[in-house]
T-cell receptor, first 115, second 111 residues
Framework: GAGVSQTPSNKVTEKGKYVELRCDPISGHTALYWYRQSLGQGPEFLIYFQGTGAADDSGLPNDRFFAVRPEGSVSTLKIQRTERGDSAVYLC?????????????FGPGTRLTVL | KQEVTQIPAALSVPEGENLVLNCSFTDSAIYNLQWFRQDPGKGLTSLLLIQSSQREQTSGRLNASLDKSSGRSTLYIAASQPGDSATYLCAVGGSNYKLTFGKGTLLTVNP
């Protein structure tokens, strides 16, 4: 497919466990963004990458959250020692480049539930 | 810190009506504004993107306007259809390329 894909679509884990969420951006898109959407809220920015580097990680809530994009394509969001408050839909988006004229294209999200 | 507010939070209209969704933002130093549609359990679909230098954008039955100085945008939907039922999100793009979203307007178009 030509869109942004995210895996898994749903993830249920227990408090204290480690989870990884994967994002496959649109081919050729250099900019990649992670957002988190809690129930009844709009998405909130977490981090974005330009190529392989994290250009802005100011939205990561604490040091339990980390994201990588080692080859400038696929990105993984990693959450250590999960807490119930981490439960949300994690959305990934990509754009052709880091530009004000480019639309961000969103994936379907990963619904994370921490029991 | 940029804050985005969308009014109303929910709207229910009969099919065929024209309607307006409102978005306001506190910091007028924006670079663009996007309207998205979100269907239940799905990701976001971009509807319209307005650059800060533009006043409006149109796509089919949708028209979005932007008044940067007053911190307002509207999304006009003409001749609404049941398939338009979804949550509509407004997001503003700041100097660091990240989007700040409102909470959305839940639109229901009744047949």
């Amino acid at each position: 497919g030509a869109g942004v894909s995210q895996t898994p679509s749903n993830k249920v884990t227990e408090k204290g466990k480690y989870v990884e969420l994967r994002c496959d951006p649109i081919s050729g898109h250099t900019a990649l963004y992670w957002y988190r959407q809690s129930l009844g809220q709009g998405p909130e920015f977490l981090i974005y990458f330009q190529g392989t580097g994290a250009a802005d990680d100011s939205g990561l809530p604490n040091d339990r959250f980390f994201a990588v994009r080692p080859e400038g394509s696929v990105s993984t969001l990693k959450i250590q020692r999960t807490e119930r408050g981490d439960s949300a839909v994690y959305l990934c988006a990509s754009s052709l480049e880091r530009s004000f004229t480019d639309t961000q294209y969103f994936g379907p999200g990963t619904r994370l539930t921490v029991l | 810190k940029q804050e985005v507010t969308q009014i109303p939070a929910a709207l229910s209209v009969p099919e065929g009506e024209n309607l307006v969704l409102n978005c306001s933002f506190t910091d007028s130093a924006i670079y663009n504004l996007q309207w998205f549609r979100q269907d239940p359990g799905k990701g976001l679909t971009s509807l319209l993107l307005i650059q800060s230098s533009q006043r409006e954008q149109t796509s089919g039955r949708l028209n979005a306007s932007l008044d940067k100085s007053s911190g307002r945008s509207t999304l006009y939907i003409a001749a609404s259809q049941p398939g338009d039922s979804a949550t509509y999100l407004c997001a503003v793009g700041g100097s660091n390329y990240k989007l700040t979203f409102g909470k959305g307007t839940l639109l229901t178009v009744n047949p």
